[in-house]
């Protein structure tokens, strides 16, 4: 399931506030909010108090009159501490605002200069980031000597080097984009590609950053007054204030430690503010591919058991390799479930293959991490039916029925880069499982290895197990993957668009290696696809899958000349092949495919349809049994010769729709 | 002669130890023709391609554009212009489709506020899109509907010429009719000259009036379409043909295959970093050293594109002067 929204700018303020949102968030606005505040109010509402000299009261404790005591000059320690922290933040801000100044400068002057003076500049950078901040800063504040301006300069400068590696790193990433090479085809300048493609695309993580380092430099200033070497008197922040009470902290502690708590405060405000918007940002899309969490697969509460079909299978024998009845697929959210597989249902007979094909978002994905119980969390499953190898899979699975999955049932995805761990070798990876599932020893698992690795044709395969991931070209690698789905007896392979990261001649070969496994070993495939040609070269039986459901249930066969349903006939024509006729326009579906997250009343193909009527865009039309093996949902199916009639209708239909379609 | 021409166009990444991704092509973009560049990932066309657009430094040949040197200077019109494959990555997510499409409108003619925003409506209206679609973000459209943004933007430069680097594989099959119905009627109502770079044969076929072959870094084959459909010459396009999956298709049980075809259909691709002496070809070629071991001649010599037909480079190809099919090969 592909799902990259991209941002837009309203969905930048959205989840800034979204982050406001999270408990921490909330806390740390208000605590941020309210440091803010008092920043501004208190040195303009109590400058007064705390300045006021009263030689009567020097050195006391926290008493009524003052909370936590007085100085040595008898002015009120909680006014003062109120009072410093307009300074304090003040002196942070401008300090975290030279860094960032300094860091944004350092960090996209390299793209806007000649490529060697730019690798001087980030080898500047670079050397700078080795020195740690803080002995930076002193050594800044000893050259520009002791005092605020001093100390400003130094933390601001000491905490450009990291933010100017962050930019540039940020704008490295993005100089990469195809969109900033069209801004440079256009033939806009260095400069503004910098500022309007490259910057607002940037912005936000360096904006948190710099909301972060802010509560670091608040500390680093506290640290530099406390030593002496920040603020001198008579002014006052909180480092001072920590400064002058900790020389009688054992008499009145509270002195002291007022302005670590103070200090302490602020700083967590900015750091978990920081913190809660970065969370936000890094959001994954709530629909995600691969991952190995446990999937817990329940029954629905309310079984209604639609059309329970005694699935006809082309094979003759009625032992079921696996079936499923009513399988759904759900995701929370934003605007309620989203659920990108909604009542699925068939069976898969042994040495059987099956296609499906569909578009993104019809759920043919999460269709087969379903069954392979790879679903992610916080996605939940739910099927009337799910049965591998004539075991219940519903129930909690016991030991023996993870052993039967692993060994029976192999999955082979479509990027084998991703589905190999890089750091180990092809050899013992492919062990691992063989050592898990078989209860082999290592060297018997390896041996397992070179003769699977031979079965799937990689040559010289001994060599090839000593060797990673990277070594192996893309098609040798999903044989590898392939390889290491045969390492048991597998019943069935499920194969997720295994040939589309591949080149066609390559795909070919990976094809024909999966047909003769099948052939040999009876082994059942689901070949999951975008390309209905390259499915009913392969298989026996085509499901065509439209939003989450099955919509025609085929025989390869009959794909040509007896497809059905609209959406096959639409997806046979639209394709170009080698016998499509270059002289007229291509047919085309109109409208765009169905969002998982907004399915429509009735069928979901409705609005694209020519034949739709009132009736369908009402009731949702049901997969009804045909004549033999042929299940077809649609309210008005008919046979088109897939090539002739149905372009005609569809090109009509989409003239009328031009404006809206596009 | 409005025409896109490669001589000797090399590319080379790294240094030493780097590799040629580009290597000698040769190659015409007549005026007003769309020339099908073919190849696997690695071969080296989407590299070609962005070494036209000067996105990519040529480490040798040149490329030219009516016989001079594609070097425009800022501001300058560009007679060139490319798309990209993925438009969720070729448009940038904080800027409107309208402002994306008025940066690439030549700054020469740019003239007011005014004038661009109805020349924008004019390049929506032209790629079939609303032209309210201008205030949109990328992130509220289909990857179809960005494909036509993308195309509108490459039309503001008012370009001779057109890159275009597979555009529709990062669609879904139902969306990429549209757009190749697009690319057609704007390329021939617009006389529009384009290299239309896919890796899918039968979308090359349906687009382009001539096909070249990559392999490699290098064009093993060029010529009309028809002729490299029906009769190619160099191995590898017999062998791209045939990999095409298609509905008459025979099965793929390997019930018959005998071993030599065997051994080549296990063949592992080259490795551009190390490309093999001799024919760049010979280690998976059916009609090579693999099969028939007594072509040495393949393994030592490197095969040149002249004097065969469609220029393919191939020591076994038919030469220019036979006509039709000769021999068992």
């Known amino acids: ?662 | 002669m409005s025409e896109l021409r490669f001589e000797q166009v090399s590319v080379r990444f790294g240094g030493r130890r780097g590799m040629t991704a580009v290597d000698g092509v040769d190659l015409i973009v007549p005026k007003g023709q769309v020339v099908g560049l073919v190849g696997e990932s690695g071969s080296g066309k989407s590299t070609l391609a962005r070494a036209a657009a000067g996105l990519t430094p040529l480490s040798g040949g040149q490329i030219l554009f009516n016989g001079q040197p594609l070097r425009p200077k800022r501001g300058e019109h560009r007679p060139l212009q490319m798309v990209f494959q993925d438009p969720h990555s070729s448009l940038n997510p904080r800027m409107s489709i309208g402002d994306s499409i008025a940066e690439g409108i030549p700054r020469a003619g740019r003239g007011g506020t005014a004038s661009r925003r109805s020349e924008v409506q004019r390049l929506l209206g032209l790629v079939g899109l609303d032209p309210q679609r201008a205030f949109s973000y990328p992130g509220q459209m289909s990857g179809g509907q960005l494909q036509r943004v993308a195309l509108a933007r490459a039309l503001a430069g008012q370009p001779k010429v057109i890159i275009a680097d597979e555009i529709t594989s990062a669609l879904d099959v139902s969306v990429q009719g549209t757009v190749l119905n697009l690319v057609r009627d704007l390329q021939r109502d617009l006389n529009l000259s384009m290299l239309f770079i896919s890796h899918n044969l039968a979308v090359v076929r349906y687009v382009a009036d001539a096909i070249a072959v990559m392999y490699l870094g290098r064009i093993v084959e060029q010529g009309p379409a028809e002729q490299i459909l029906s009769d190619p010459q160099h191995p590898y396009t017999k062998d791209l043909l045939a990999a095409v999956p298609s509905q008459g298709s025979p099965s793929l049980t390997p019930a018959d295959i005998d071993p030599a075809v065997q051994a080549v259909n296990d063949a592992e691709p080259a490795d551009p970093h190390h490309p093999p002496s001799g024919c760049r070809y010979h280690l998976r070629c059916p009609m090579g050293p693999l099969v028939l071991p007594d072509r040495d001649v393949c393994r030592e010599v490197d095969p040149q594109p002249e004097g065969h037909r469609q220029a393919a480079a191939c020591h076994f190809a038919n030469d220019l002067t036979i006509s039709g099919r000769v021999g068992l090969l």
């Open chain 1, 1 to 662: 399931m592909r799902t990259s929204k991209t941002v837009t700018a309203s969905g930048m303020a959205a989840r800034w506030l979204a982050a406001l949102k999270t408990p921490v968030g909330a806390v740390s606005a208000a605590m941020l909010f309210m440091v803010l505040a008092m920043a501004v109010v208190a040195p303009i509402l109590w400058t007064g108090q705390a300045e006021e000299i009263n030689t009567k009261a020097i050195l006391q404790g926290p008493s009524p009159e003052h909370l936590i005591g007085t100085d040595s000059l008898g002015r009120d320690l909680f006014y003062r501490l109120l009072v410093a922290t307009g300074l304090s933040v003040k002196l942070a801000l401008a300090a975290t605002g030279i860094g960032v100044a300094a860091g944004l400068v350092l960090g996209t002057v390299p793209s806007l200069l000649s490529r060697r003076i730019g690798r001087l500049v980030t080898a500047f950078v670079n050397i700078a980031v080795a020195f740690p901040g803080l002995l930076l800063a002193m050594f800044f504040a000893v050259i520009f000597g002791v005092g605020q301006t001093g100390a400003v300069l130094a933390i601001g400068l000491a905490t450009a080097p990291s933010f100017a590696r962050l930019t540039q790193t940020l704008v490295a990433a993005q100089s990469e984009r195809d969109y900033i090479a069209a801004a440079k085809l256009a033939g806009v300048g260095r400069v503004r590609r910098l500022l309007r493609h490259i910057l607002p695309n940037i912005a936000e993580p360096l904006v948190v950053t710099a909301t972060i380092g802010a509560g670091g430099s608040l500390l680093a200033f506290a640290g530099l007054s406390f030593l002496g070497l920040g603020v001198q008197p008579p002014a006052y922040d909180w480092g001072r204030l920590l400064n002058e009470g900790l020389n009688d902290i054992y008499l009145h502690p509270m002195a002291a430690l007022a302005p670590g708590l103070a200090v302490v405060v602020a700083g967590l405000a900015f750091n978990l503010f920081g913190e809660a918007v970065a969370k936000t940002l890094g959001t994954p899309t709530p629909i995600s591919g691969k991952g190995a969490a446990t999937q817990h697969i329940h029954r629905p509460k309310t079984v209604a058991p639609s059309t329970d079909v005694e699935l006809s299978t082309s094979s003759s024998d009625g032992d079921p390799v696996l079936t499923v009845n009513d399988l759904f697929v759900s995701f929370p959210g934003p605007a309620g479930p989203i659920t990108p597989v909604r009542g699925v249902s068939f069976s898969l007979a042994r040495g059987e293959a099956v296609g499906v094909v569909g578009e993104s978002g019809s759920g043919k994905t999460q269709t087969a991490l379903a069954l392979a119980q790879l679903v992610e969390y916080p996605g939940s499953v739910s099927a009337s039916r799910l049965e591998f190898l004539g075991q219940d899979q519903l129930s909690s699975p016991s030991r023996a029925q993870r052993q039967t999955l692993g060994t029976s049932f192999a999955m082979v995805f479509q990027d084998p880069m991703k589905s190999f761990n890089p750091t180990m070798r092809i050899g013992a990876q492919l062990a691992e499982v063989a050592q898990r599932h078989l209860g082999m020893n290592r060297r018997q698992a390896l041996a397992r290895a070179a003769d699977r690795l031979r079965a799937v044709r990689v040559p010289a395969a001994e060599r090839r197990l000593r060797q990673y991931p990277h070594e192996f070209s893309g098609g040798m690698r999903q044989r590898a993957m392939i390889g290491m789905g045969i390492m048991g007896s597998p019943a069935l392979i499920v194969a997720d668009e295994p040939t589309t990261a591949l080149d066609v001649t390559v795909q070919q070969q990976v094809l024909r290696l999966l047909s003769a496994i099948k052939e040999q070993d009876n082994v059942a495939i689901l070949l999951i696809s975008h390309d209905l040609t390259l499915v009913g070269q392969v298989c026996e039986r085509v499901l065509v899958m439209y939003a989450g459901r099955i919509v025609e249930d085929l025989p390869a066969t009959e794909l040509a000349e007896r497809a059905m349903h609209p959406y096959t006939q639409a997806l046979l024509a639209a394709v170009p092949d080698m016998e499509t006729d270059r002289d007229r326009p291509l047919a085309v579906v109109p409208g765009r495919p169905a969002d998982p997250s907004r399915i429509p009343a009735g069928c979901a193909f409705a609005s694209r349809c020519p034949k739709a009527d009132e009736h369908c865009t009402r009731e949702d039309p049901e997969l009804l049994q045909r004549d033999d093996g042929h299940r077809v949902a649609c309210w008005h199916p008919s046979r088109g010769t897939g090539s002739e009639r149905v372009p005609i209708e569809l090109k009509l239909h989409a003239a009328a729709l031009q404006g809206e379609a596009s």
